[in-house]
């Protein structure tokens, strides 16, 4: 049985999508059977990221209906094999995510994917209850700032108690926290919240935290996950947050600034 | 609903405040109207221990009446017993004319007492403290209220989440939402907290934002308590 993953935030604008993509395509580089959902019916934007949007015809909703079977619907990446995308409906609103429909669809992907990645909506209404109440894990984005910090708070606080585990009394939702867009010459001038003020107000663990990265706009642009573009540092933070969340343990890189980086760490300097 | 039977109120003087308070009065239980009757009983009383009745106030209680009469005279009943010493503050008992006619002579009516048994009954159950003890931290949105209890928190309290308590309130972490104790009225309530970063502060109703509290307070392991009618903030000792 396959592990359901929500990402999800709270706020919007903070990465949940690039986020999504990239933690999809690196689970699948790594072998694993990989779906990535898009719930934010109405507002669709993970087929672009994925470069994948020319090649929509069924979608998530239709699934839900019984207008077309999972197959049908599932779009198979080019580039990376064991990758599928469930796109969201862009004529639909969120009304059309029926809990029994999505629990469903769920249920039938966790039999032949080992991951099923969903890309939540922003906000706490209804699509982004209805992509983190089947959740087994998730992952949580924030942006070093204080507004950032407290939609995700908020959105713990639901994950702990309006989920189907904590509905149920089973084991909770596993928390991981994502610290994207991240400046560390900035936190270092008091301009953004460092790694530590986000860690001690949220109180969960670190799994990864991607650096604020032009490369991200641009991929996003040209519908290539970002964790695919070597030899950048957003690409290569997704490829360690990926290989940690598989159990690695790698230390966490570009959470210092540059020049009391390199050297200070080789000669064992704080 | 949460009870928020004591409003917030802001930390400046007001002119009067209402609280409700147990007082233990004479009751006197009346059998008889006979006015003549009663005053003989009471120079008899008064002769025994002069000064017994020093102004002291009473309540009348109709319910032994021997033969519930209509027209009663209360007003004449009150000024007999104020001759006497004693200051009626109010009727019990005695029946929706009776109870009428009272209040027409402007003594109030009040509740039947309960049996005292039941009383010391619901007391006790209560005494054993119904406490709350949250295991997890409690997120921005989330509202916890410990009934008739103590709420007891093993983690942090997030900016927007909201506290509630009837008795103490213990945050075995950073408190940084809002903590409410005492909200039914138990001045002896408190707030204790491993590092004070609050955004509001009450007990029994009285108030502290964020910006009144000291600076110097802040961060710190905290005791918050009432002295006199007012928020007293002090280090936890260690």
Known sequence: MGTVIVVTSGKGGVGKTTTSASFATGLAQRGFRTVVIDFDVGLRNLDLIMGCERRVVYDFVNVINGEANLNQALIRDKRVENLYILPASQTRDKEALIKDGVEKVLNELKQSFEYVVCDSPAGIERGALMALYFADEALVVTNPEVSSVRDSDRILGILASRSRRAEQGDPPVKEHLVLARYAPERADRGDMLSVDDVLEILGIPLLGVIPESQTVLQSSNAGVPVIMENGSEAGAAYGDLVDRFLGKNIPHRFIMTQKKGFLKRLFGGS | ?238
Not at chain 2, 63 to 83: H, I, K, Q, S
Not at chain 2, 148 to 160: K, N
Not at chain 2, 180 to 202: M, T
Not at chain 2, 211 to 223: C, F, L, Y
């Open chain 2, 1 to 238: 609903m949460l009870p928020r039977s004591f409003p917030l109120a802001a930390e400046e003087p007001p002119p009067f405040e209402l609280k409700g308070s147990l007082f233990t009065l004479t009751v006197l239980h009346l059998f008889q109207l006979d006015r003549a009757a009663i005053e003989r009983h009471l120079a008899e009383k008064i002769k025994q221990a002069p000064g017994f009745f020093n102004n002291t106030p009473v309540v009348i209680d109709l319910e032994g009446m021997a033969n519930p009469v209509d027209g009663v005279d209360f007003t004449g009943l009150y000024e007999l017993l104020r001759g006497h010493g004693m200051a009626p503050v109010g009727i019990r008992n005695g029946g929706p004319k009776l109870q009428a006619a009272a209040r027409l002579a402007g003594l109030p009516v009040l509740p039947e007492s309960r049996p005292v048994a039941a009383a010391k009954k619901t007391e006790s159950s209560e005494s054993v403290a119904r406490n709350r003890i949250i295991n997890h931290p409690i997120r921005s949105g989330q509202q916890i209220y410990a009934a008739d209890g103590d709420l007891i928190v093993l983690g942090a309290v997030s900016a927007g989440a909201e506290v509630i308590a009837d008795g103490n309130i213990h945050v075995y972490g950073a408190l940084r939402g809002r903590a409410l104790a005492g909200v039914k009225g138990d001045i002896e309530a408190r707030i204790f907290c491993h590092s004070l970063e609050a955004e509001l502060i009450s007990i029994v109703g009285r108030y502290r934002i964020s910006e009144q509290i000291d600076p110097s307070d802040r961060g710190k392991a905290v005791q918050i308590h009432l002295a006199q009618d007012r928020l007293v903030i002090e280090p936890l000792i260690r």
